[in-house]
T-cell receptor
Framework: DTEVTQTPKHLVMGMTNKKSLKCEQHMGHRAMYWYKQKAKKPPELMFVYSYEKLSINESVPSRFSPECPNSSLLNLHLHALQPEDSALYLC??????????????FGPGTRLTVL | DAKTTQPNSMESNEEEPVHLPCNHSTISGTDYIHWYRQLPSQGPEYVIHGLTSNVNNRMASLAIAEDRKSSTLILHRATLRDAAVYYCILRDSGGSNYKLTFGKGTLLTVNP
């Protein structure tokens, strides 16, 4: 199984809502990532987890709260978002460690709209 | 991560070779050259990577200039399925090597 799955595919939420995005992989990867991609722009890294511990936070606002409950799951909890947070949220996974040959496998993304 | 420069867009005909260029004049000795592509409505996918020597895999070939300041991704016979945004990315072999810093990429259109 070389697949990263993300749910839901689409999400519409109001600025006062709390919602969560979910990402799952069963490739034994111990590094997992959240990226944000605005329309017609490249993906931008948000968070990196390595062995279930947060290792990189790219100065993301606290209204985005990541969680890695186990080695296969990655969540992104959303609260009090702004309309400008509307974007495609991509999850990825890879083998961890120092080798730069470790390719990242991406999921199809969750298309988020904040009203 | 060092910066890369790619053309905004390129066009090709089906079943013809495509050469996608990437300039990385500030590349350091420890930077690997990675290529990813993003098909419409999908997440990015890994294509190929290399350090100094040319590389081939089932998807593409990567030609790296001798001074490493540029590289070219070669699709030997383009198909309609190859229409995508192609990203050339430099990854340092040390430090925060988890990071992929995407540039603007090249939008490849393949004509039937």
């Amino acid at each position: 199984d070389t697949e990263v799955t993300q749910t839901p595919k689409h999400l519409v939420m109001g600025m006062t809502n709390k919602k969560s995005l979910k990402c799952e992989q069963h490739m034994g990867h111990r590094a997992m990532y959240w990226y944000k991609q605005k329309a017609k722009k490249p993906p931008e890294l948000m968070f990196v987890y390595s062995y279930e511990k947060l290792s990189i936070n790219e100065s993301v606002p606290s209204r985005f709260s990541p969680e890695c409950p186990n080695s296969s799951l990655l969540n992104l909890h959303l609260h009090a978002l702004q309309p400008e947070d509307s974007a495609l949220y991509l999850c990825a996974s890879s083998l961890p460690g120092a080798s730069t040959s470790h390719e990242q496998f991406f999921g199809p993304g969750t298309r988020l709209t904040v009203l | 991560d060092a910066k890369t420069t790619q053309p905004n867009s390129m066009e090709s005909n089906e079943e013809e070779p495509v050469h996608l260029p990437c300039n990385h004049s500030t590349i350091s000795g420890t930077d690997y050259i990675h290529w990813y592509r993003q098909l419409p409505s999908q997440g990015p996918e890994y294509v190929i990577h290399g350090l100094t020597s040319n590389v081939n895999n089932r998807m593409a070939s990567l030609a790296i200039a001798e001074d490493r300041k540029s590289s070219t991704l070669i699709l030997h016979r383009a198909t309609l399925r190859d229409a995508a945004v192609y990203y050339c990315i430099l990854r340092d072999s040390g430090g925060s090597n988890y990071k992929l810093t995407f540039g603007k990429g090249t939008l490849l259109t393949v004509n039937p």
